[in-house]
Protein backbone atom coordinates (compact mmCIF):
# COMPACT_ATOMS: atom_id res chain seq x y z
CA UNK A 1 0.00 0.00 0.00
CA UNK A 2 1.85 2.93 -1.42
CA UNK A 3 -1.01 5.61 -2.81
CA UNK A 4 -0.34 7.85 0.22
CA UNK A 5 3.53 7.42 0.49
CA UNK A 6 4.26 10.76 -1.84
CA UNK A 7 1.57 12.84 0.36
CA UNK A 8 3.31 11.62 3.96
CA UNK A 9 6.82 12.46 2.41
CA UNK A 10 4.94 15.73 1.99
CA UNK A 11 3.25 15.87 5.28
CA UNK A 12 6.73 15.89 7.02
CA UNK A 13 8.28 18.15 4.47
CA UNK A 14 6.05 20.84 5.40
CA UNK A 15 7.05 20.03 9.70
CA UNK A 16 10.87 19.53 8.46
CA UNK A 17 12.65 21.86 10.86
CA UNK A 18 10.14 22.58 13.06
CA UNK A 19 10.74 22.42 16.70
CA UNK A 20 7.99 19.26 17.36
CA UNK A 21 8.00 17.73 20.63
CA UNK A 22 7.33 13.74 20.99
CA UNK A 23 6.87 11.14 22.70
CA UNK A 24 6.37 7.06 22.18
CA UNK A 25 3.09 5.79 22.94
CA UNK A 26 2.30 4.60 26.55
CA UNK A 27 -0.78 2.83 27.09
CA UNK A 28 -0.73 3.87 31.33
CA UNK A 29 -0.89 7.29 29.47
CA UNK A 30 -3.63 6.90 27.99
CA UNK A 31 -5.97 9.78 28.53
CA UNK A 32 -9.77 8.52 30.27
CA UNK A 33 -12.32 7.72 27.43
CA UNK A 34 -15.71 8.52 27.90
CA UNK A 35 -16.84 5.82 25.53
CA UNK A 36 -19.65 8.10 23.93
CA UNK A 37 -20.00 11.70 22.42
CA UNK A 38 -19.87 13.75 25.63
CA UNK A 39 -21.02 17.14 24.98
CA UNK A 40 -19.14 20.22 26.28
CA UNK A 41 -20.76 22.80 26.83
CA UNK A 42 -19.79 26.62 26.16
CA UNK A 43 -19.77 28.16 29.54
CA UNK A 44 -18.02 24.76 30.48
CA UNK A 45 -14.90 25.26 27.41
CA UNK A 46 -11.75 26.49 28.22
CA UNK A 47 -11.77 26.93 24.21
CA UNK A 48 -12.30 25.65 21.45
CA UNK A 49 -9.10 24.40 18.72
CA UNK A 50 -9.98 25.51 15.33
CA UNK A 51 -13.00 28.09 16.85
CA UNK A 52 -13.68 31.31 15.92
CA UNK A 53 -13.46 30.79 12.39
CA UNK A 54 -9.26 29.34 12.26
CA UNK A 55 -8.06 26.42 10.53
CA UNK A 56 -9.27 22.96 12.17
CA UNK A 57 -8.25 19.77 9.79
CA UNK A 58 -7.53 16.57 9.68
CA UNK A 59 -6.24 13.73 7.45
CA UNK A 60 -5.36 9.80 7.36
CA UNK A 61 -2.61 8.36 5.32
CA UNK A 62 -1.77 4.64 5.08
CA UNK A 63 1.51 3.05 4.35
CA UNK A 64 3.39 -0.61 4.89
CA UNK A 65 6.23 1.56 4.71
CA UNK A 66 8.53 1.01 8.35
CA UNK A 67 10.59 4.24 6.92
CA UNK A 68 7.76 6.20 6.96
CA UNK A 69 6.30 4.91 10.42
CA UNK A 70 8.62 2.99 12.45
CA UNK A 71 6.49 2.89 15.65
CA UNK A 72 3.40 4.18 17.86
CA UNK A 73 4.48 7.90 18.52
CA UNK A 74 2.70 11.14 19.04
CA UNK A 75 4.16 14.70 17.84
CA UNK A 76 3.27 17.79 18.97
CA UNK A 77 3.97 21.27 16.98
CA UNK A 78 2.79 24.30 19.04
CA UNK A 79 1.44 25.19 22.53
CA UNK A 80 0.32 22.18 24.57
CA UNK A 81 -3.30 22.37 25.66
CA UNK A 82 -2.25 23.39 29.13
CA UNK A 83 -0.54 26.61 27.56
CA UNK A 84 -3.57 27.77 25.61
CA UNK A 85 -6.08 30.17 26.88
CA UNK A 86 -8.08 31.17 23.91
CA UNK A 87 -9.04 29.61 20.72
CA UNK A 88 -6.25 28.15 17.90
CA UNK A 89 -5.84 26.74 14.75
CA UNK A 90 -5.63 23.31 14.60
CA UNK A 91 -4.46 20.54 12.73
CA UNK A 92 -4.33 16.45 13.80
CA UNK A 93 -2.94 14.02 11.25
CA UNK A 94 -2.62 10.19 11.20
CA UNK A 95 -0.22 8.61 9.45
CA UNK A 96 -0.86 4.67 9.70
CA UNK A 97 1.77 1.29 8.94
CA UNK A 98 0.06 -1.30 8.41
CA UNK A 99 0.80 -5.10 7.12
CA UNK A 100 -0.06 -6.56 3.86
CA UNK A 101 -4.12 -5.46 3.66
CA UNK A 102 -4.06 -6.89 -0.32
CA UNK A 103 -5.96 -9.72 -1.22
CA UNK A 104 -4.29 -13.04 -2.61
CA UNK A 105 -6.72 -13.17 -5.10
CA UNK A 106 -6.06 -9.84 -6.57
CA UNK A 107 -9.15 -8.83 -4.67
CA UNK A 108 -8.84 -4.75 -4.67
CA UNK A 109 -12.27 -4.10 -2.40
CA UNK A 110 -10.54 -5.94 1.09
CA UNK A 111 -7.53 -3.00 0.90
CA UNK A 112 -10.15 -0.60 0.39
CA UNK A 113 -12.82 -1.50 3.26
CA UNK A 114 -9.46 -1.77 5.18
CA UNK A 115 -8.18 1.90 4.67
CA UNK A 116 -12.09 2.50 5.20
CA UNK A 117 -12.27 0.80 8.82
CA UNK A 118 -8.91 2.67 9.51
CA UNK A 119 -10.30 6.25 8.70
CA UNK A 120 -13.47 5.13 10.67
CA UNK A 121 -11.65 5.47 14.14
CA UNK A 122 -11.91 8.92 14.38
CA UNK A 123 -15.41 8.50 14.91
CA UNK A 124 -15.44 6.28 17.94
CA UNK A 125 -12.55 7.78 19.74
CA UNK A 126 -14.45 9.98 23.00
CA UNK A 127 -11.48 11.54 25.11
CA UNK A 128 -13.08 12.86 28.08
CA UNK A 129 -13.69 16.83 28.04
CA UNK A 130 -12.48 16.38 24.13
CA UNK A 131 -15.66 17.41 22.06
CA UNK A 132 -14.89 16.68 18.62
CA UNK A 133 -16.87 18.01 15.98
CA UNK A 134 -15.74 16.40 12.50
CA UNK A 135 -16.93 17.30 9.25
CA UNK A 136 -16.16 14.71 6.54
CA UNK A 137 -16.92 16.68 3.54
CA UNK A 138 -14.52 19.44 4.32
CA UNK A 139 -11.79 17.27 6.45
CA UNK A 140 -12.71 19.73 9.20
CA UNK A 141 -12.06 18.73 12.82
CA UNK A 142 -13.08 20.70 15.68
CA UNK A 143 -12.97 20.09 19.23
CA UNK A 144 -14.16 21.72 22.42
CA UNK A 145 -11.98 21.45 25.38
CA UNK A 146 -13.08 21.45 29.00
CA UNK A 147 -11.46 23.54 31.99
CA UNK A 148 -12.31 20.59 33.82
CA UNK A 149 -10.17 18.01 31.73
CA UNK A 150 -7.27 20.60 31.79
CA UNK A 151 -7.47 20.92 35.72
CA UNK A 152 -7.22 17.33 35.47
CA UNK A 153 -3.94 16.82 33.70
CA UNK A 154 -5.41 16.50 30.01
CA UNK A 155 -2.21 16.81 27.43
CA UNK A 156 -2.19 16.09 23.63
CA UNK A 157 0.09 13.80 24.06
CA UNK A 158 -2.55 11.38 26.27
CA UNK A 159 -5.00 12.34 23.74
CA UNK A 160 -2.69 10.74 21.26
CA UNK A 161 -2.50 8.01 23.53
CA UNK A 162 -6.32 7.53 23.11
CA UNK A 163 -6.28 7.80 19.68
CA UNK A 164 -3.19 5.28 18.95
CA UNK A 165 -5.06 2.74 21.41
CA UNK A 166 -8.31 2.89 19.46
CA UNK A 167 -6.57 2.64 15.93
CA UNK A 168 -4.19 -0.23 17.46
CA UNK A 169 -7.29 -2.40 17.80
CA UNK A 170 -7.89 -3.06 14.47
CA UNK A 171 -5.47 -5.78 13.72
CA UNK A 172 -4.47 -4.45 10.41
CA UNK A 173 -2.55 -1.17 11.93
CA UNK A 174 1.10 -2.13 13.18
CA UNK A 175 1.95 1.53 13.54
CA UNK A 176 0.55 5.20 13.98
CA UNK A 177 2.61 8.46 13.93
CA UNK A 178 -0.17 11.17 15.32
CA UNK A 179 1.01 14.99 14.40
CA UNK A 180 -1.39 17.48 16.35
CA UNK A 181 -0.95 21.05 15.42
CA UNK A 182 -1.32 24.15 17.51
CA UNK A 183 1.14 26.61 15.90
CA UNK A 184 -0.03 30.32 14.85
CA UNK A 185 2.27 30.06 11.91
CA UNK A 186 1.77 26.80 11.02
CA UNK A 187 1.32 26.09 6.80
CA UNK A 188 -2.60 25.27 7.44
CA UNK A 189 -3.46 26.41 4.09
CA UNK A 190 -0.54 23.42 2.28
CA UNK A 191 -1.53 21.43 4.91
CA UNK A 192 -5.57 21.19 3.94
CA UNK A 193 -4.49 20.63 0.50
CA UNK A 194 -2.92 17.38 1.12
CA UNK A 195 -6.07 16.62 3.45
CA UNK A 196 -7.81 17.14 0.32
CA UNK A 197 -5.63 14.89 -1.71
CA UNK A 198 -5.97 12.32 0.50
CA UNK A 199 -9.75 12.39 0.56
CA UNK A 200 -9.35 12.05 -3.30
CA UNK A 201 -6.85 8.72 -3.39
CA UNK A 202 -9.25 7.19 -0.91
CA UNK A 203 -12.58 8.64 -3.62
CA UNK A 204 -11.08 7.41 -6.53
CA UNK A 205 -9.70 3.89 -5.25
CA UNK A 206 -13.81 3.50 -4.45
CA UNK A 207 -14.36 5.01 -8.16
CA UNK A 208 -12.07 2.07 -9.52
CA UNK A 209 -13.97 -0.65 -7.63
CA UNK A 210 -16.82 0.41 -8.67
CA UNK A 211 -16.05 -0.50 -12.44
CA UNK A 212 -14.65 3.17 -13.85
CA UNK A 213 -14.60 3.06 -17.99
CA UNK A 214 -10.54 2.51 -18.86
CA UNK A 215 -11.09 5.53 -21.21
CA UNK A 216 -8.23 7.80 -19.44
CA UNK A 217 -9.05 11.19 -22.07
CA UNK A 218 -12.59 10.92 -20.71
CA UNK A 219 -11.86 10.55 -16.89
CA UNK A 220 -12.25 13.33 -14.37
CA UNK A 221 -9.58 11.30 -12.07
CA UNK A 222 -7.18 11.21 -14.64
CA UNK A 223 -5.16 13.59 -12.67
CA UNK A 224 -5.49 11.65 -9.76
CA UNK A 225 -4.08 8.58 -11.90
CA UNK A 226 -1.40 10.33 -12.98
CA UNK A 227 0.05 12.16 -9.89
CA UNK A 228 -0.28 9.20 -7.92
CA UNK A 229 2.28 6.64 -8.00
CA UNK A 230 0.19 2.82 -8.09
CA UNK A 231 -2.71 4.73 -9.11
CA UNK A 232 -3.05 3.60 -13.06
CA UNK A 233 -1.93 0.59 -12.01
CA UNK A 234 -4.24 -0.33 -9.70
CA UNK A 235 -7.19 0.67 -12.00
CA UNK A 236 -6.34 -1.42 -14.94
CA UNK A 237 -5.25 -4.30 -13.06
CA UNK A 238 -8.87 -4.25 -11.18
CA UNK A 239 -10.68 -3.41 -14.88
CA UNK A 240 -8.87 -6.66 -16.49
CA UNK A 241 -9.39 -8.82 -13.57
CA UNK A 242 -13.16 -7.62 -13.51
CA UNK A 243 -13.23 -8.38 -17.22
CA UNK A 244 -12.08 -11.97 -16.72
CA UNK A 245 -15.20 -12.65 -14.70
Not at 87 to 95: E, G, K, N, Q, T
Not at 104 to 115: H, L, S
Not at 200 to 209: F, G, S, V, W
Amino acid sequence: MELYNELIRETEGLLEGRALQSWDYDSGAVWPDAGVSELVLGRDAAFELGGSGKPALHYTCVTTSPDLVDRDQVLLWGPDLRELRADVPYARIALLRVGDIESDDGDDTVAYNAIKDMEFVKYHVFPKGYMLRISTEENREQVRVSRKALGEGMSFYRVGCDFIRCYRKNPNVLGVKLIFITAPDGPYAALAACGRRSSEITRTLCTILDGLPMDCSACHLKPICDEVEGMRELHFGHNGRAAEK
